[in-house]
């Protein structure tokens, strides 16, 4: 149901086999094309510059009604989907959880047909459980769907604004090495990074403690030729990870997905993991520093490092604002009154 390639191309409503209408729901960016990054970063382009210089507003999404359903913590996602969503006209609803009819029992299904039958246009989903977005788009046929976070699977709205934001300091991603650090298995953010990063021809390396990489993953990646990700590098040891590489990409322990035990210690994981000043300097004179947020200083990153001028952390913020601005104007089809 959710959008292939060619069509995601288009970010067009498009005949499914049986001549339904598919809908573009964005679930994860293993259905982007070359130009429908580079499609969505024109767009954003145009965003960013509508919500720096002004005026803030645009009436492009006037009479669309979107809803954030949250089952798990966020700041960053959260804010800037609203934001986004507002910048454009749309009407905004927060629907809390807590407060919801989840807490008398209600299926994860029926609160979609809920969303639905009230003519809800596009539900913005977070979930602890990977794939809870695609069963939603699996059964809703007028309201669409985004993934803002599922579990440790995917996150593409975050790793459309991280190669937004590395577009904006690099002509192209292409021989790139791109180094991403930390907690890699149960990261979202590095699953969806990692298949934007190949698809844009850089050259990923991940680092990270031996039970915090995801073998099976790569395993199976590695053995397979036709794999778009059979360039991912694996690196355990960050001292020589880090040497010479562009970007430096940080993750946080997602301690919350951590079976009792999984590390020894806080500050031994620091000692051979975080990214510190000394460690940076072995990078590439100009690397650029990122990190998806929420940070946890002094374990993966140090402070210093994480407000030093090689940090792009807070672009990526704000970066995400414009991407999730593109997101919506693309699924709802108002992006052709931008002419891009
Ligand atoms: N990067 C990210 O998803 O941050 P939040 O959890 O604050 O939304």
């Not at 609203?82 to 927060?94: G, R, W």
């Not at 008398?104 to 047909?113: I, V």
């Not at 990122?290 to 990153?301: R, Y």
Request: charged content about 20%; hydrophobic content about 40%.
């Amino acid at each position: 149901m959710y959008f292939k390639q060619k069509e995601l191309h288009h970010f067009n409503k498009a005949s499914g086999s049986n001549g339904e209408i598919l809908k573009p729901h964005l679930l994860d960016v293993d259905t982007f094309s070359q130009e429908d990054f580079n499609l969505t970063f024109s767009i954003a382009n145009k965003m960013k510059s509508i919500y720096t210089n002004g005026p803030k507003k645009s009436p492009l999404l006037r009479g669309k009604t979107i809803t954030t359903l949250f089952y798990e913590p966020s700041t960053r996602t959260r804010i800037s989907f609203e934001s986004a969503a507002k910048m454009l006209s749309a009407d905004v609803i927060n629907l809390s959880v807590d407060g919801s009819s989840t807490k008398k029992g209600e299926s994860f299904f029926d609160t979609m047909l809920t969303l639905q039958s009230s003519n809800i246009d596009l539900v913005i989903i977070r979930h602890n459980h990977s794939g809870a977005p695609y069963l939603a788009a699996k059964y809703l046929n007028k309201t669409l769907v985004i993934n803002a976070g599922d579990g440790l699977h995917a996150h593409p709205t975050q790793a459309l604004a991280d190669m937004f934001t590395l577009a904006q300091h690099m002509k192209t991603l292409k021989g790139k090495k791109i180094l991403i650090v930390g907690d890699v298995a149960h990261s979202r953010v590095a699953r969806s990074n990692l298949i934007a990063l190949c698809a844009l021809g850089a050259k990923p390396i991940i680092c990270g403690p031996p039970n915090l990489i995801p073998w099976d993953l790569f395993q199976n990646i590695h053995n397979s030729s036709s794999s778009p990700f059979k360039g991912i590098q694996i690196n355990t040891n960050l001292d020589q990870a880090i040497v010479d590489v562009d970007v430096v990409m940080a993750l946080r322990l997602q301690s919350e997905r951590h079976a009792k035990g999984a590390l020894p210690s806080l500050r031994e994981y620091a000692n051979l993991w975080q990214v510190t000043s000394s460690r940076l300097a072995k990078a590439s004179p100009n690397v650029l520093l990122m990190h998806p947020g929420p940070m946890n200083i002094g374990v993966e990153i140090s402070q210093e490092v994480a407000y030093s001028t090689n940090s792009v952390i807070q672009e990526q913020v704000s970066n995400s604002i414009a991407i999730r601005m593109a997101i919506l104007l693309l699924m709802t089809d108002q992006s052709e009154a931008l002419n891009v």
